[in-house]
């Protein structure tokens, strides 16, 4: 579950719902929240929902993060 909008999280990590459940305010997350929780089945995660999440694990953020550093720093 990540915070809806118009850039950043949303789109980077959901790829606007695709790849997970957005929400838009406090409200909505706890909705979402007892819903999925009630209705687990229709709300069945995906391997590729899994796959995606692994993409933004401490590891590669970390190798991703080291990598701009070393592109942009080359003395780095």
Do not use: C
């Not at 990590?13 to 007892?34: P, R």
């Not at 069945?44 to 990598?67: C, E, G, K, P, T």
């Amino acid at each position: 579950m990540v915070r809806q909008g118009f850039s950043g999280p949303w789109i980077d990590i959901t790829q606007e719902g695709k790849y997970g459940i957005g929400f838009k305010s406090v409200d909505e997350l706890a909705t979402t929240i007892e819903e999925v929780l009630h209705n687990y089945e229709r709300y069945r995660i995906a391997y590729q929902v899994i796959d995606r999440a692994m993409h933004f694990d401490a590891y590669n953020f970390r190798s991703r993060f080291l990598y701009v550093l070393r592109k942009t720093y080359k003395d780095f």
